[in-house]
């Protein structure tokens, strides 16, 4: 990681590229990279201040610039799947990151500045407060209450919590977690086809109970496809899905 170089102006050579952009008003995605290589070297020629520590970053970018540049002109280089590869594409994704990092540096500034306009005050509230409690009276409560009253009051909220209760959840019992390892069903999946030799993905989930079986089931199937152990094949879509082992 290299050092952060703050100038007057940009803080490193993607600062400025960014600043190029933004005054040219060009698309991040479609730079012209003749235009913005001369703009480039006539800024860094420019500066006054010729620190070697600073400058190196610069130049380095000039450099990885000029490279571009070059292989702009040269024929399009193609890739594996026999696509046309753009010598900016990387300079374009480091582009995009710096931007997204220092709009991201904007806000957290903004919410330090906002948080240091807050002040918050220690609770200072005497011990004699807090400790205080309400007198309470029970004679004075429940003066004009018998015994039959009372029973009614301890039978009306034993009804309110007997109201709280789900009816039909209440009755489910303790829900244990269902535990299913992919390399055990991966292992059943795999004595399964070499029993079988052929067969239908449906046959396969029919062995399987409850849905975390089916879904671990459909994961096994994928990886041992993946390590060439089966394979499948489906006429067409929404077909049901053709199991072989290989």
């Not at 005054?23 to 001369?38: A, G, L």
């Not at 799947?81 to 991201?104: C, H, I, N, S, T």
């Not at 109201?163 to 390399?183: A, C, M, N, T, Y």
Request: include cysteine; charged fraction near 30%.
């Amino acid at each position: 990681m290299g050092i952060p170089v703050k100038l007057p102006v940009f803080e490193g050579p993607l600062d400025l590229l960014l600043h190029l952009i933004d005054k040219n008003k060009i698309d991040i995605y479609d730079i012209p990279i003749v235009e913005i290589t001369n703009q480039y070297l006539e800024y860094i020629q420019q500066m006054e201040r010729q620190d070697l520590n600073v400058m190196s970053e610069f130049m380095v970018m000039a450099a990885t610039l000029i490279d571009i540049k070059c292989r702009m002109l040269l024929p399009k280089e193609v890739n594996e799947e026999g696509e046309e590869e753009d010598p900016r594409a990387e300079l374009v994704q480091q582009l995009l990151e710096y931007k997204m990092y220092k709009y991201m540096s904007y806000e957290l500034r903004d919410r330090m500045a906002e948080a240091a306009r807050s002040i918050y005050r220690n609770n200072s509230m005497p011990d004699e407060i807090k400790q205080y409690k309400t007198p309470v009276n029970l004679d004075e409560l429940v003066k004009d209450l018998d015994l039959s009253q009372l029973h009614k009051i301890f039978q009306g909220v034993m009804r309110r919590q007997e109201d709280k209760v789900d009816p039909i959840r209440s009755k489910f019992g303790q829900i244990e977690k269902e535990e299913v390892s992919l390399s055990d069903k991966m292992l059943y999946v795999q004595e399964y086809a070499r029993g079988m030799k052929r067969f239908y993905f449906c046959e396969l989930l029919e062995t399987q109970c409850g849905k975390v079986q089916i879904v671990v089931t459909f994961l096994a199937v994928l990886e041992l496809m993946k390590t060439g152990i089966i394979r499948i094949s489906q006429e067409r879509i929404f077909d049901d899905i053709l199991i072989e082992t290989k």
